[in-house]
């Protein structure tokens, strides 16, 4: 079912549209000291249509919504973000991302069920190792939020908890050994919503491991739960830089005065803060709304990172866009507005390709004497290649022979002289070849006759 976008006037853009919440019946005896406490958010979470037709007035695809996507995926909206739904207005943006409707029970032909082959990449329970130097680490299927559209849906659609540090340790053991590591990930779920010991003891054990140089956080709870970011748990983050985190945030509604708060904090912190956002038909396939949010992302000191193609998980076609959006909002964004607040657009492959950068092209055409190239405005421009020999490492560089950070992999690895091609494997081709039988000529067939 195609979703239509809300309409918004320029102040309405401008408002986060966040509701008091003891005007909500709900929680119309709820005491601040509880509304700002992050385990009450997550002990009170909307979990029930009842609970729901108490905040929004549902339509009947998302009354059914809440009942039949139950058997698929969770459903849980903390107050905090509940709050910022349009109570009147099925297309609200924020409201299109918390509340199912019964398109996620329909399954498309192009849906995959792990689109991201991350199982099939995982050497350890948790991990997985898809990148030379980095790897992602699950250590929970929690959420304070279920977003509707989430990748990751196979893995947080059950209730397994955080993983004790006992079933970690075959992926800490894992990481020991492979001393190519200098970058783990943590995710989930969300990594933040765990206790700040649990969280800490991840950390520590993975600061024993001496070549493993940074450490990343995925969360999405200065979006979600803001309340999470406490004092507590900036200080203990701070003891173990350099650690960077990437947020999330798909709409301009989305940063409230207490998301911003919980941004502030962390950046005080002294952690770089970027953000991943996902386009999703109805709520951010607008050049105009997606520019606005990178803006506010800036203003609150998180670098735009990455926008990502709506991935091919199952239940979710219905919020793919088209690739050629992305492009069309990529071509709005770069060199009409600051490059700091340009993020990267990224197809995430299907079957463990992983992410490969797609946008607008600027190259027109090139010879060995000069580029041509196209700017923002659609200006058509040369640009002269010196005229000297080409630049080149010398014959035996000791930095790309032995520098253990030299890329040796796929196209670089051709570039670096250590391959001189990549051949698909299951062609046709390469089937004839493995099949061929090995003919065998007689000796006297070679000899010319007398």
Known sequence: MAVERASFTRNEERETGMRDWREVPLWRDVPPE??????????????????????I???????????ECAKFFRFAIPPYYASLMDPDDPNCPVRLQA?????????????????????????????????????????????GMYCRFCTRRRFVAHDHGIQSLRALEPAFQYLEKAKEVRD???????????????????????????????????????????????????????????????????????????AS????????????????????????????IMKRLMHKLVMNRVRPYYIYQCDLSEGIEHFRTRVSKGIEIMEHLRGHTSGYAVPTFVVDAPGGGGKIPVGPNYLISASDKKLVL????????????????????????????????????????ILANRAERIIPEGTLREKRRRERPTVVVPVEMLQEPE
């Open 374 to 413: 196209r700017n923002y405005e659609g200006g058509i421009f040369s640009y002269p290649e010196p005229d000297v020999h080409a630049s080149r490492c010398p014959e035996n560089c000791f930095h790309c022979q032995e520098d253990e950070r030299a890329s040796r992999e796929g196209v670089a690895g």
């Open 99 to 143: 509340v199912p409707r019964v398109s996620e029970t329909v399954f498309s032909r192009s849906d995959i069920h792990d689109p991201l082959g991350e199982d099939s990449d995982s050497p350890a329970p948790g991990l997985t190792h898809r990148y030379p130097d980095r790897v992602l680490l699950l250590i929970t299927d929690y959420c």
């Open 261 to 288: 708060r919980a941004l502030s904090m962390l950046a005080d912190a002294g952690i770089p803060l970027g953000c991943q956002t996902v386009l999703l038909r109805g709520v951010n396939d607008c050049p105009a």
């Open 57 to 67: 007035t549902p339509t009947d695809e998302e009354e059914r919504g809440v009942l």
């Open 184 to 258: 783990v990930l943590l995710s989930g779920g969300d990594a933040l919503m765990v206790s700040d010991g649990y969280l800490e003891s991840v950390l520590k054990r993975l600061r024993e491991i001496d070549h493993i140089e940074i450490v990343r956080i995925g969360s999405r709870v200065p979006c979600t739960t803001p309340q999470r970011v406490t004092p507590e748990l900036c200080a203990m983050l701070k003891k173990y830089h350099p650690l960077w985190l990437n947020t999330h945030f798909n709409h301009p509604k989305e940063i409230t005065p207490e």
């Open 34 to 55: 509880k509304w700002d406490d992050w385990r009450w958010q997550a002990g009170h979470a909307i979990k029930s249509p009842e609970d729901l037709r108490q905040v």
